[in-house]
Each structure stands twice: as structure tokens, then as C-alpha cells.
């Protein structure tokens, strides 16, 4: 089976500034799609961004980017300018390409929280 | 607002007690599932339905029970609830229809706060 590995489990951040959440993923798999969630304390799982295996072209949602290293097994997310209300869990995810009929498994990282501070 | 409702947000129950966590959505997703998050371990697969009328286990089956009597509705149910079932439950679906586009994500409801006494 697929695993996620984020292994920053806090992460904190100024107002304004940069920072770099980190996502490995473990896989024999030659075509998949990975994605970004944030969670906010109010508990919402929002998508952030995702991005393509076959893609080469780092996927970007306005403050928002990835590192995309298929080779590394990397898939980091970037955000610029740090707002207040970026703070969240973070969650890395990773699912196979799709199969006819069959079931398509998400598999989750355990998460990375950030703190942005004023 | 089309999405995933999740009832009840929260509940405080007690050991040995039946309780079933109800999610309907209405973005016609064929595929439902349900995730429990806990601290440090993300969120864990507890069973899926691919469309109405099936059901799989998923990384953590034991203990819990789903029913997909029709596309909207996915219960989740306790049958004898144990304090290791202290959780936060996620409803999510996604649109397998969609067989050529992977990047299909996975919409979540808002979750289901579950205390066992």
C-alpha cells in the first residue's frame, strides 16, 4: 500500500512571509494524482491544490504552490505572503490513477499544523 | 448549497450504546467514504462504497457497519460503541464517474465529534 509521510508535525510562520510544508509518499506507481488539504479549526477539509504525476509543471493556486520532485517521491506545498488565516492542518494526499470499477483509495499524510503569527 | 451534510456535529455517548452517524450529499458523487482523524495519525479509512448497492472495508473496519441503499445516503453505524471509537468522523464522496480525470478530490462534510463514555 501507498503511504504518506509529512514529518513536520508543527510548523509556525510570520505574518508575510514564506513557508515550505513538507510531503514524501512512498509508491510503485507510475501514473497518480496528489493533492493538498487545509483544515481549519473549524474543522472544514478544504482543497488547497493538486497536482498531476504526468504533469512536469509545478501546479499553483494564487499564494499557493507546490514542489513537485516524482523522482524524489517529493510533493511540497509553498505559501507566499502568509496570511492569518492560513493557519490550519495541513494534509499531503495521494491517489492511484483511476481504475474501472475499481475502488480508488485517498491515502492521507498525519498532518502538518501551522501557525501563522502576527 | 450543494455538499456533504453530516449529522449530528457532535454527541456524547455511552459504552455499549448503538449509534449511527448519517451523511447524505446531493452532488450525485457515486463514491462515499468514511475517515476517523485522531491526533498524529490523519485521517484512516473505515469502509467505502464505490456506488449504491456495495460496500468495502477500509483500513479500519472493525467495530463498524455502512449501508448504501441509494446514491445520496451513507450511515455509519456503531453497533456497540467502545471508548477507542472516541473521534472525529469525516464523510467524504468524490466523482469516479469521471474514469479519464484522476484529479478528481474528494469533498468532506464538516465531520462528527463522537465521545464514548
Known amino acids: 500500500a501507498q503511504t504518506v509521510t509529512q514529518s513536520q508535525p508543527e510548523m509556525s510562520v510570520q505574518e508575510a512571509e514564506t513557508v515550505t510544508l513538507s510531503c514524501t509518499y512512498d509508491?510503485?506507481?507510475?501514473?497518480?494524482?496528489l493533492f493538498w488539504y487545509k483544515q481549519p479549526p473549524s474543522r472544514q477539509m478544504i482543497l488547497v491544490i493538486r497536482q498531476e504525476a504526468y504533469k512536469q509543471q509545478n501546479a499553483t493556486e494564487n499564494r499557493f504552490s507546490v514542489n513537485f520532485q516524482k523522482a524524489a517521491k517529493s510533493f511540497s506545498l509553498k505559501i507566499s505572503d502568509s496570511q492569518l488565516g492560513d493557519a490550519a492542518m495541513y494534509f499531503c494526499a495521494y491517489r492511484s490513477a483511476p481504475q474501472p470499477k475499481n475502488f480508488n483509495k485517498f491515502y492521507f499524510g498525519s498532518g502538518t499544523k501551522l501557525n501563522v503569527k502576527p | 448549497i450543494a455538499g456533504i451534510t453530516q449529522a449530528p456535529t457532535s454527541q456524547i455517548l455511552a459504552a455499549g450504546r448503538r449509534m449511527t452517524l448519517r451523511c447524505t450529499q446531493d452532488?450525485?458523487?457515486?463514491?462515499m467514504y468514511w475517515y476517523r482523524q485522531d491526533l498524529g495519525l490523519g485521517l484512516r479509512l473505515i469502509h467505502y462504497s464505490n456506488t449504491a448497492g456495495t460496500t468495502g472495508k477500509g483500513e479500519v473496519p472493525d467495530g463498524y457497519s455502512v449501508s448504501r441503499a441509494n446514491t445520496d445516503d451513507f450511515p455509519l453505524t456503531l453497533a456497540s460503541a467502545v471508548p477507542s471509537q472516541t473521534s472525529v468522523y469525516f464523510c467524504a464522496s468524490s466523482d469516479e464517474h469521471r474514469v479519464v480525470k484522476g484529479n478528481q478530490p474528494q469533498h468532506f462534510g464538516d465531520g462528527t465529534r463522537l465521545s464514548i463514555l
Open positions: 509508491t510503485s506507481e507510475s501514473d497518480y494524482y
Open positions: 452532488m450525485r458523487h457515486n463514491a
